[in-house]
């Protein structure tokens, strides 16, 4: 099995990614991905289960008060999301299931910690508007921005459409 190093990370990494995500989560998805493509044989989707679990932990921390290690929780699971891709482009792993798990997975987690948040602090009106126009700006950005364009993308590389 081909072992591969960060150089192959750098050349599959987006280009058009957040300061966050360039400077913070991607430094870590990187050495993370390394760890995954390199020692395991976690398909991309696998991954993205693993953020998802993260993303409930840290809706249920968020909910009980824990709110630093919700904090950390998803931000593992952020990360996470960065990882999945990874793997997906470095191993040539990409398909249409994983395409739809990863980005429900993220509406997921961004939802249900949305939520979190929201009852802990239903009685700021202000904060609990600011989430909700949140979320439907999230839900909106990432649906077309995302989902429908990779779909596509994925198709058009293809010459003929396989059901995995």
Not at 82 to 105: E, H, M, P, T
Not at 112 to 120: E, P
């Amino acid at each position: 099995m081909k072992k591969f190093k960060n150089s192959e990370i750098k050349k599959h990494s987006k280009k058009t990614e957040t300061l966050f995500v360039k400077l913070f989560l991607m430094p870590l998805a990187s050495k993370i991905s390394l760890f995954f493509i390199n020692n395991t044989n976690f398909k991309p989707y696998h991954i993205s289960f693993l953020g998802l679990f993260f993303g409930v932990i840290s809706a249920f921390l968020f909910y009980s008060g824990n709110h630093y290690f919700a904090a950390a929780s998803f931000i593992f699971a952020m990360i996470l999301d960065q990882v999945d891709g990874l793997v997906a482009r470095v191993k040539n792993l990409k398909s249409v299931f994983g395409i739809i798990i990863d980005n429900y997975s993220d509406v997921v987690i961004i939802i249900i910690n949305s939520f979190s948040l929201i009852i802990i602090n239903f009685d700021n009106e202000l904060f609990v508007i600011l989430m909700l126009t949140f979320l439907i700006l999230n839900y909106i950005e990432s649906w077309f921005d995302f989902t429908i364009y990779s779909v596509f993308k994925y198709f058009s590389d293809k010459k003929k459409i396989e059901i995995n």
